[in-house]
Nanobody, 125 residues
Framework: QVQLVESGGGLVQAGDSLRLSCVAS????????MGWFRQAPGKEREFVSV????????HYADSVTGRFTISRDNARNTVFLQMNSLKPEDTAVYYC??????????????????WGQGTQVTVSS
């Protein structure tokens, strides 16, 4: 069982930046693809970004491309999401997720085996 703990959320103004962190409790962190999802009130959980275990290949949702950057530090069992130029529509609970065997459908929630509890990000206009 892998436990994921997110941190770094908060209340910011439009145009500000935040960096989310997610620490994983596993000795094999480097073998997992690590993703970020978000869920706004009344909406379904949606894909934000993922970084694969091999080669550091990354993918982003169109809505965050150019503003968000995902990275990982395998020595610290941590994945980060740097969020710049935040917009009110980025307001959501952000969830960290880990995938044992991520396929081509990296946007699908079913591809991920473990989830964190989430951290709230609120962007005021």
């Amino acid at each position: 069982q892998v436990q994921l703990v997110e941190s770094g959320g908060g209340l910011v103004q439009a145009g500000d930046s935040l960096r989310l962190s997610c620490v994983a409790s596993t000795r094999t962190f480097r073998s997992y693809a690590m993703g970020w999802f978000r869920q706004a009130p009344g909406k379904e959980r949606e894909f934000v970004s993922v970084i694969r275990w091999k080669g550091g290949i990354t993918h982003y949702a169109d809505s965050v491309t150019g503003r968000f950057t995902i990275s990982r530090d395998n020595a610290r069992n941590t994945v980060f999401l740097q969020m710049n130029s935040l917009k009110p529509e980025d307001t959501a609970v952000y969830y960290c997720a880990a995938s044992v065997n991520l396929g081509s459908r990296y946007e699908a929630l079913q591809q991920y085996n473990y989830w964190g509890q989430g951290t709230q990000v609120t962007v005021s206009s």
